[in-house]
């Protein structure tokens, strides 16, 4: 399917981990035996996939959501939540006597994160309708916490000529098989050094440019984000901000970089448009709430 015409909004679809996310907001965090008082709390919806969503969303996109799902309250929350911000949850894959993911985090004053999540029996999900979905859209991102769920649908985008973008996390099944299926891999800085077993970002990506013909970066918080494509290579300077909490800023910049993709916007133009977006989360607390809307993101590009 083609990019989204002048004036069409975007249509992307997102697959993968969708979550509850707990958020507790600390001083410092708690050494083991200890109990602290949290400042702040909020709960809200989150995962890889989930908060792609969002922001995606947020941003001007029509979202499809595809995520394994219990049959259970925690998959209710989660449904409820995505849902409010005008998501397609109705791709949804059900499976009885799963249970549905759930994360408790805690993030300190300076904006780091500690996660605890659990969730089980979400493997064995299939999106059976994964062609005809991917052919109504004009871009889409997988994580990889299900692999096989989001081989299926990189493969259907592949063969309907769809971008496919996606948020590489830690490593895990069908690593190269994935690889492969994408147009575009984007990386967090623990992701990478995992996947490749290298600590220098330039010298990483370029071994995972010998698994993948797709555009390669990894996002590295406020050091920026190093990307690898067709021989070419840079680094994306981070906007400075002052980070109230970084919990979801890599899903924000996935999020974006697949609806920039899905408008028609180049690497390069792709790449300033997540970073913005990704700085601007970080300035307000709670997780994907502080994902920016579009006004908020063209009036600080527009200052930057």
Avoid at 63 to 82: K, N, T
Avoid at 127 to 153: G, M
Avoid at 229 to 246: L, S
Wanted: net charge negative; proline share 3%.
């Amino acid at each position: 399917m083609a990019t989204a015409s002048s004036g069409e909004r975007a249509r992307i679809l997102c697959a993968g981990v969708s979550t509850l996310d707990q958020i507790f907001k600390v001083q410092s965090f708690p050494v083991p035996g200890e109990k602290t008082r949290a400042t702040e709390y909020t709960e809200v919806s989150g995962g890889n996939a989930g908060n792609a969503a969002i922001v995606a969303a947020r941003l001007g996109a029509d979202v499809l959501l595809a995520s394994p799902m219990g049959e259970d309250r925690v998959g209710e929350e989660i449904r409820r939540y995505l849902e409010a911000e005008s998501i397609d949850c109705s791709h949804f894959v059900s499976l009885p006597g799963a249970m549905s993911s759930m994360s408790a985090i805690v993030v300190d004053a300076t904006g780091e994160r500690t996660i605890v999540s659990r969730r089980s029996g979400l493997d064995e999900g299939r999106l059976k309708d994964a062609d005809a979905i991917a052919a109504s859209v004009h871009a889409v991102l997988i994580d990889n916490r299900f692999p096989e769920f989001s081989l299926d649908v990189a493969l259907a985008a592949r063969r309907q000529n769809v971008p496919v973008v996606l948020d590489a996390d830690n490593p895990t099944r069908l690593t190269e098989e994935i690889f492969a299926a994408c147009t575009h891999i984007i990386f967090s800085a623990h992701g990478l050094r995992d996947t490749v077993h290298i600590d220098d970002p330039d010298a990483a990506l370029r071994k995972v440019a010998t698994m993948t013909d797709a555009y390669v970066s990894v996002t590295s918080g406020s050091a920026g984000a190093w990307w690898l494509h067709r021989g070419q290579a840079g680094r994306e300077q981070a906007f400075p901000v002052k980070a109230i909490d970084t919990l979801g800023a890599g899903d924000v910049y996935h999020g974006a970089f697949a609806l920039a993709l899905g408008e028609g916007q180049n690497e390069e133009q792709a790449r300033r448009f997540s970073s913005a977006a990704a700085a601007l989360k970080c300035m307000k607390f709670g997780g994907i709430v502080g994902a920016p809307t579009r006004a908020e993101l063209e009036a600080f590009l527009a200052k930057a």
